[in-house]
């Protein structure tokens, strides 16, 4: 295959895979590690393993991480990719850091770069700092994540720490990559192991790839990557004429929105649907005293009359500080996405087969409650964000896996419209 990538979460790993699509190699989006009884990949295609190793341990990480390399280089990968998210969400501790120098050791990796940008979501890097939209990372919404808060937009102090052992990071300046190319090799050839990349727009991104086509561990958020194929091509490395296929047929029937991403953008869209289709509110204070608010009744209601429900997670920041002073951070996480994932197994019983998920943690959470180990790549709803066709024991299903700040308002509206 010509790239194997390793995902740190599900949203990322769909994320990462429609926009792969975009650049026309066939992908296979993979959920979890895979057996040895797996299909072999596809020649000169890309190979996608959904990991759910963002916010774990470090150790766990690392060790998940390098199970998916061993697959990937056992298949024949060429090149990997080690992608998370675009706004680099993270703690001192890792995952980013402890997972790239991990795959970098196993790899004899001399270098890597690390580029989270994602102009087309308004995620940018400029002289190391991160920008969401016109906000510095530090004082957009991320600064209130639940699980890993962004205090600090300077990229390179966020990962230094992450790596040890007086690890040096360097930076590839905007004014170097707009001298192209060239001018990025030699930076890479002069500087540390570890290198962060500004880009403000596609063609930035564009020249990166053509200068980091030779290395074989590479790094970042989903729009780097799309433009990998591209720089392969005008190497010669990778047929013009390969193309990702045609897209799948999503099933019909009754749908569910599941929202447990507690981010600015996605409590716009839970009110924006609330308007639009009966919603239940999950409230992890009441969730530990073993209330669910009718949880089940409501979603026998619904969609055992073909109708379209949500259950929502979804909290201001001051209910989310609430609940987790009272129950701990991860317990107050864990009895969300586990409420949402009987929603899942009961929507699924009563015959729901098309589910829109907000939120990383919770989508890994979902996912694997329905028993989905492939997906199939669809069409886009919002940028990063496609339709997903699967498989459960019941028959097909469709998914839509959306990080937390992708997409607008009525997204959730348009999803189900657009699956029919």
């Not at 990462?16 to 040895?36: F, H, K, N, T």
């Not at 890309?46 to 060790?63: F, G, N, T």
């Not at 500004?198 to 053509?210: E, T």
């Not at 886009?380 to 997409?407: H, M, R, T, Y």
Request: proline content about 6%; aromatic content about 4%.
């Amino acid at each position: 295959m010509i790239l194997g990538c390793i995902a740190d979460d599900f949203t990322g790993a769909t994320d990462l895979a429609a926009l792969l699509v975009r650049a026309q190699v066939p992908v296979s989006l993979r959920i979890g590690l895979p057996d040895a009884a797996a299909p072999a990949p596809a020649a000169n295609g890309v190979e996608v393993i959904a990991l759910k190793i963002r916010s774990i341990p470090p150790d766990q990480a690392v060790a998940q991480a390098l199970a998916a390399l061993d697959w990937l280089q056992a298949a024949g990968a060429r090149h990997v990719y080690w992608k998370y998210c675009s706004t680099f969400d993270s703690t001192a501790r890792g995952n980013i850091g402890p997972v790239a120098r991990a795959l970098m050791d196993r790899m004899g990796a001399g270098r890597t770069l690390y580029v989270p940008s994602f102009p087309e979501n308004g995620r940018r890097v400029f002289m190391g700092n991160m920008f969401v939209h016109r906000q510095p990372l530090a004082e957009s919404p991320m600064k209130d994540h639940p699980l890993n808060p962004m205090t600090d937009s300077d990229l390179c102090r966020v990962l230094r720490p992450q790596l040890g052992d007086g690890a040096a990071v360097g930076l590839i300046d905007w004014p170097t990559i707009r001298r192209g190319a060239e001018a990025i090799l030699q930076a890479i050839g002069s500087g540390p192991a570890h290198l962060i990349c500004d880009a403000i727009d596609d063609a930035d991104l564009a020249a990166l790839a053509q200068a980091a086509r030779d290395m074989r561990l590479l790094t970042g958020g989903s729009a780097f990557a799309r433009h990998l194929p591209d720089a392969w091509r005008a190497a010669g490395r990778l047929d013009p004429a390969s193309a990702a296929g045609a897209p799948p047929k999503m099933p019909k029937g009754p749908a569910i929105v599941l929202s447990g991403s507690c981010s600015a953008m996605t409590r716009r869209q839970v009110a924006n649907f609330a308007a639009q289709a009966p919603v239940l509110k999950l409230d992890a204070l009441r969730l530990a005293s073993g209330d669910d608010g009718g949880m089940a009744e409501c979603i026998a209601a619904q969609i055992g009359a073909g109708r379209t429900c949500m259950i929502q997670g979804t909290a201001e920041p001051a209910e989310v500080a609430a609940a987790q002073a009272a129950l701990g951070v991860e317990k107050a996480g864990e009895l969300v996405e586990l409420a949402l994932a009987r929603a899942a197994r009961i929507a699924r019983n009563h015959g729901a087969t098309r589910f829109v998920v907000a939120g990383g943690e919770t989508s890994g959470a979902i996912t694997n409650a329905l028993g989905i180990t492939a997906l199939r790549v669809g069409a886009e709803i919002a940028p990063g964000v496609p339709w997903c066709a699967g498989q459960d024991a019941g028959g097909p299903l469709a998914v839509a896996l959306k990080s937390g700040n992708f997409g607008d308002e009525d997204f959730f509206a348009r999803a189900l419209e657009q699956a029919g």
